[in-house]
Every structure is written in structure tokens, then in C-alpha cells.
């Protein structure tokens, strides 16, 4: 492939990816508006993980399903049916923008969770005090009544819950010694995650009433099944192969800003300077985290 072609594809798959992670709380939380939660991120992962079947028969990828394999679609799956179940109850209470910076902290959180795990060597001061940076910009958000109100605090903690698990599962996918078409792994998580989703809407819905769901619900579930849960991680699988760990983290940082943004312009969300401040908190400890994990390697 010419380097020109080849630098255009990646940079594509890399806007790609801010895009469609910036746009993923709101695309959340409207389709959310006349569908339950637990509904609606059931037909999410079913329209993703119909597509990634006909992709992968029409591809002729190769999908394993030995033991090792299974091990990482169970460990990827639970990423994605915890980290989704939770972001999808944690958007009925809190916007958009602050739903993108909770799990702006999975970086930092999947750190953490590596170094109780013996997976990474060496207590790293710079790194938990950049964590507490984040963690305090977060606090100085969820203190602002006007923004939040009593109502979202239970958000706050089951968006929290919902990020710290996606971080978990981040951190058991690398202990898992395979590689496989990311595709493939995408596919393998799905059908994995789909029966708890299916338990999980029948426990805490189990309602079925097609006409009341909006078009603008319907359509937000399409673009969150075809692009959200398919497209973005091939995208993202992508430019983690071709550009510098450093390189992709600065996404983390991008996304929370562009989705603070979108939810107030798209969907009437406050947006004061104690969630400018709080988030700016935020992204000063990504940043010092970034650059200290570049400094210890």
C-alpha cells in the first residue's frame, strides 16, 4: 500500500474512533427516551453481533472457539455487558457529557486494577496522584446541585460501577496469551455478553411494546449497534496496531470534550464552570498520567 493511502486509511480510523466514541453517551441516552435501558442495549448487541456473524461468514474470518479463545470472549464480554448494563441504567439520571468523563477514567482505573492484579510492576506515586487529580475534578462535578441534582447521585455510582468493570476487563484481556482477528474477538464477546443481557432485561423490564418507541430511539440503536459496538472497535483495533500507545490514549482525553459539548448543543445540557473546571481537573490527570506511564517506559 503507498505511504499516502496508508497514512490516510489510519488517520481515517482514527478520527473514526473519536467520532463515534464522542457521540456514543448521547446516542445512549436517546435511545433510552421511549425504549428501557435494558431493551434497548439488548437490541444494541444483537444488531452488532448479527452484522459482525454475516461479516465474519462473508470475510471468511477465522473464529475460534477453543478453550483459550473462549477464555478471552468471556473476559471481553463481561467489559462489554457490565461496563454497557451499567453506563445504560447510570444515562437515565446523569447528560451525556458526564456519563463520556467517568469513563474517561478507565486508563487510570484499569492501572490500578493491574497493580492489585501483579500484572504490572512497581507502585507508581505519579500515576495515583494523578488519579486522585481526575477523582477530584469528578467530586468538584458531582457537587454542582444545579447540574446534577440529588436524583443523579445513583448514576454517578452506577456509571462508576459500570467503568470500573469495563476496566477489569481490560486488564484480564491481557493476561490472556492469544491473538485473534479483532473482528473475530468483537464477535466471540457478543455472543458471550448477549444471554446476561437477555437475563437482565427480564429481571429488570421484561416489557415488549414496539409502539411506543420513538423513531429517533430506533435510530439511535441502529447507529449505536452498527457503529458503537462494530465499527468502532474494528476502528479502534486498528489504529492500536498501527500508532504508538500514547498516540491512541490522547482519544480518551478528546472524547469527553466533544461529548460535553454535543450533549449541550444537541440535547440542551447545562454546561456552567463547575463542569468546565471539573472536567478540565479531569483531563489534567489523564494528562499526567499519559506522561508518566511514557516517562516509566
Wanted: overall charge positive; proline content about 3%; aromatic content about 10%.
Amino acid at each position: 500500500m503507498p505511504k499516502t493511502i496508508y497514512s490516510s486509511t489510519v488517520s481515517m480510523a482514527y478520527l473514526l474512533v473519536i467520532l463515534i466514541w464522542s457521540t456514543t453517551p448521547l446516542a445512549i441516552q436517546w435511545s433510552s427516551h421511549t425504549v428501557g435501558p435494558t431493551m434497548s442495549v439488548l437490541m444494541r448487541m444483537l444488531i452488532a453481533a448479527s452484522i459482525g456473524i454475516v461479516a465474519i461468514k462473508l470475510l471468511k474470518i477465522n473464529f475460534p472457539f477453543h478453550s483459550l479463545a473462549c477464555k478471552l470472549y468471556a473476559y471481553s464480554g463481561l467489559g462489554i455487558f457490565a461496563g454497557m448494563t451499567f453506563a445504560y441504567l447510570a444515562a437515565t439520571y446523569i447528560t451525556s457529557g458526564i456519563l463520556s468523563l467517568i469513563f474517561g477514567l478507565s486508563p487510570m482505573l484499569s492501572w490500578l486494577i493491574a497493580q492489585q492484579q501483579k500484572q504490572e510492576a512497581g507502585f507508581n506515586l505519579t500515576k495515583f496522584s494523578s488519579l486522585l487529580v481526575a477523582l477530584a475534578g469528578l467530586a468538584v462535578v458531582v457537587s454542582d446541585g444545579l447540574l446534577l441534582g440529588r436524583e443523579a447521585l445513583p448514576g454517578i455510582g452506577l456509571a462508576l460501577l459500570g467503568v470500573i468493570f469495563f476496566s477489569l476487563s481490560s486488564v484480564l484481556v491481557k493476561s490472556v496469551q492469544i491473538t485473534i482477528n479483532p473482528i473475530a474477538t468483537t464477535v466471540g464477546a457478543l455472543l458471550f455478553s448477549l444471554p446476561c443481557f437477555t437475563i437482565v432485561w427480564l429481571v429488570l423490564d421484561g416489557t415488549f411494546n414496539p409502539s411506543t418507541w420513538s423513531a429517533k430511539a430506533l435510530w439511535s440503536i441502529i447507529y449505536l449497534g452498527v457503529c458503537g459496538s462494530l465499527i468502532g472497535f474494528i476502528a479502534y483495533y486498528y489504529v492500536l496496531q498501527k500508532l504508538s500507545a500514547t498516540s491512541v490514549a490522547i482519544i480518551t482525553l478528546i472524547t469527553p470534550i466533544m461529548a460535553i459539548g454535543l450533549g449541550g448543543l444537541l440535547n440542551n445540557e447545562v454546561i456552567n464552570l463547575r463542569l468546565l473546571g471539573g472536567a478540565a481537573l479531569v483531563l489534567l490527570g489523564l494528562i499526567l498520567f499519559f506522561r508518566a506511564n511514557k516517562q516509566s517506559k
